[in-house]
Nanobody
Framework: QVQLVESGGALVQPGDSLRLSCACS????????MGWYRQAPGKERELVAT????????NYADSVKGRFTISRNNAKNTVYLQMNSLKPEDTAVYYC?????????WGKGALVAVSS
């Protein structure tokens, strides 16, 4: 139904910035919302940020508010996650997600490692 491909993961130092991209195989105009999740080593997957495609409403986990920004480009069928002031605790595999008719679709993940 849909394929999601993340890109932009990297090894960075604390305080650095990074932008992740999620390319969607279908028009994101057909989708209500998309989100970013992350899973750190030894931890459960957690929601990072979501965006409503139509109206652009966003929400963020408390741990990333003020540092991360989710956005979308409908023409490119792409959702972004701009990450600023990265901390070691942000280290995780970041996954793009959407739900269509109660079915979750996930990208394969992009590794973000924050270490000095």
């Amino acid at each position: 139904q849909v394929q999601l491909v993340e890109s932009g993961g990297a090894l960075v130092q604390p305080g650095d910035s990074l932008r992740l991209s999620c390319a969607c195989s279908r028009s994101i105009g057909d989708i209500n919302a998309m989100g970013w999740y992350r899973q750190a080593p030894g931890k459960e997957r957690e929601l990072v940020a979501t965006i409503a495609i139509s109206g652009g409403r966003t929400n963020y986990a408390d741990s990333v508010k003020g540092r991360f920004t989710i956005s979308r480009n409908n023409a490119k069928n792409t959702v972004y996650l701009q990450m600023n002031s990265l901390k070691p605790e942000d280290t995780a595999v970041y996954y793009c997600n959407t739900r269509i008719y109660d079915i979750d679709y996930w990208g394969k993940g992009a590794l973000v490692a924050v270490s000095s």
